[in-house]
């Protein structure tokens, strides 16, 4: 039974809290619906930028204040860029939640965006970019995605390049702010150990003020190109991914579809492609997959890594399961072993308040309405067998599926 609590304040921020009586913490997000995919042209980056600089001080505390008020007193304090979305979060007991409130909201609200302090932090993001670029295991997932979807808004890199980064100045990053953290955008969210009315008046107090008006629209569903990428590096392993256009999050009935073709073939430890590419043959240390679903479109990727002479070998195996999916579907007890399994994480993941916290803000962004786990359950529990083949052969047809590798070719 849900005991889920929404406040909408006059301006349209969003506030979620979801007591739970049993836990002696709480943890806090602060959420901007905006992302790399709403960056223009010559902004490429300056979202992931930001959530760098609302960390560098504001008008009534220095970067280590911020720092200091939050892990100084037994917390965690983090942040994240996603295409679609910002988060600011920290984790807290549960007394400390309007201090941790209050930190976060004085970041979004009151950062000095001081020009030295940008300066450095542009060159922290460079060394940021550079990192990514040496470790290949980590860099072929962003060029995957921008060789399948080019120039399209979900294809480009979170990131940016440093050229685009060191182009910024003071005064774009206060335009982008300006223009995408409006009321409309924001969403806080608590799970833990709180009083519902105590955050609603808390976020009336900080966040009440804060300007409404924005616009959105939706960009048009990428269309991933085919064909293989090979880049040569000088390296150890060939690191890859294999993969094609997925779904977007609003196509609602194929999600656990998703999720379910997903852990079948590469998910966990018992899946297709870990048993028979690592366990029965040895050719890799680790193989995977995983979904990523946005507004417009999604994704669906195999990644791995292993050695050039067993490269051919590896990519034939893949093909395969892809192959077999398409044909036969699951196996009756591998179908139901896998909707368990799903089933368990989900309610497993109820047990962290981190968890549940990002899973009723997701929600709210993308839906805007609560998605109980009951009604996460029965989706999920109504899937066939058919409708996992079905989706395998929309999305893993050969001319659909590209490669991108790197390695010593």
């Known amino acids: 039974m849900s005991n889920l609590n929404k406040f909408t304040l006059d301006n349209g921020v969003r506030i979620l809290v979801e007591p739970v009586s049993h836990v002696k913490s709480a943890a ?13 042209d010559d902004e490429a980056g300056i979202t992931h930028l930001i959530e760098h600089m609302l960390f560098k001080g504001t008008d009534k505390r220095t970067s280590k204040q911020i720092a200091e008020s939050i892990e100084g007193r037994g917390g965690v304090l983090n942040a994240f860029t996603d295409k679609e979305s910002t988060c600011y979060y920290c984790r807290v007991l549960s007394d400390d939640v309007a201090n941790g409130t209050d930190v976060l909201t004085d970041m979004m609200l009151h950062s000095k ?5 940008l300066e450095t932090e542009e060159g922290v993001v460079c060394e940021e970019i550079k990192r990514s670029q040496d470790e290949p295991s980590d860099h072929v997932h962003e060029l995957h995605l921008e060789y ?17 980064v060191l182009s910024f100045r003071r005064e774009n990053i206060v335009a982008y702010m300006d223009r995408q953290y409006r009321a409309e955008n924001v969403l806080l969210s608590v799970a833990g ?6 955050v609603r008046q808390v976020a009336q107090e900080v966040l009440g003020k804060l300007p409404s008006g924005v616009t959105d629209s939706m960009p048009s569903r990428p269309e991933g190109k085919g064909g293989t990428h090979e880049i040569a ?24 579809v998703m999720s379910i073709l997903d852990s ?20 890799v240390y680790s193989i995977g997959s995983y979904t990523l679903t946005y507004g417009a479109g999604g994704a669906y990727t195999v990644y791995g890594g292993t050695s ?21 579907g699951l196996e009756t007890d591998e179908f139901e072993r896998v909707k368990r399994m799903l089933a368990g994480n989900l309610v497993l993941a109820l047990e962290g308040m981190s968890s549940r916290m990002m899973r009723m803000s997701r929600n709210e962004l993308n839906f805007q309405r609560e998605v109980t786990v009951e009604e996460s359950l029965e989706r999920l529990n109504r899937v066939t067998n058919n409708q996992v083949r079905d989706l395998a052969n929309r999305i893993l047809t050969e001319d659909l599926v590209s490669t991108t590798a790197i390695g010593p070719f």
């Open 264 to 283: 079948a073939l590469g998910g966990s430890m018992s899946s297709r492609l870990f048993q028979e590419v690592r366990e029965k043959r040895g050719l």
């Open 193 to 198: 150990n709180v009083d519902p009315e105590e």
């Open 113 to 117: 965006f001081d020009p030295k302090e």
């Open 308 to 328: 050039k002479k067993n490269w051919d070998e590896v990519k034939e195996l893949v093909r395969k399961e892809f192959n077999k999916l398409m044909s036969d």
């Open 28 to 40: 806090v997000g602060l959420w901007c619906k905006t992302g790399s995919r709403h960056e223009r």
């Open 233 to 256: 590096k000088d390296t150890e392993q060939v690191h890859f991914c294999i993969g094609s256009d997925g779904i977007s999050i609003y196509e609602e009935e194929l999600l656990p």
């Open 148 to 164: 399948r979807w080019g120039q399209h808004a979900l294809g480009k890199p979170i990131i940016g390049t440093e050229e685009s």
